[in-house]
Nanobody
């Protein structure tokens, strides 16, 4: 079984920084894309950032220039460095990944971690 677990969420003041982590575990052969999504209360889920196995990245327009997605050497963990946080960044942040396991490629979601930006 494969699972994704997020960590690092919490309460932060406007202008502050936060670093989210997502660790994949289980019977994993390799991981293709790893991504971060977010969903604010009453809104649809949106893409925040994504990074491919070879390192290509893409960011949502609302976070370009402020945040950075990265992956560790083993490519089983993805990070999201969030700087210059704004109240409108408040949302539940979800990890998402395309993972090879037993010769099958499937998409997985984490349980989500709450990020609240407030004074």
């Amino acid at each position: 079984q494969v699972q994704l677990v997020e960590s690092g969420g919490g309460l932060v003041q406007p202008g502050g920084s936060l670093r989210l982590s997502c660790a994949a575990s289980g019977s994993i052969s390799s991981i293709e894309n790893m991504a971060w999504y977010r969903q604010a209360l009453g809104k649809e889920r949106e893409l925040v950032a994504v990074q491919s196995r070879l390192g290509a990245t893409n960011y949502g327009d609302s976070v370009k220039g402020r945040w950075t997605i990265s992956r560790d050497k083993a490519e089983n963990t993805v990070y999201l460095q969030m700087n210059s946080l704004k109240p409108e960044d408040t949302a539940v942040y979800f990890c998402n990944a395309d993972i090879w396991s037993d010769r099958r490629l499937d998409n997985y979601w984490g349980q989500g971690t709450q990020v609240t930006v407030s004074s």
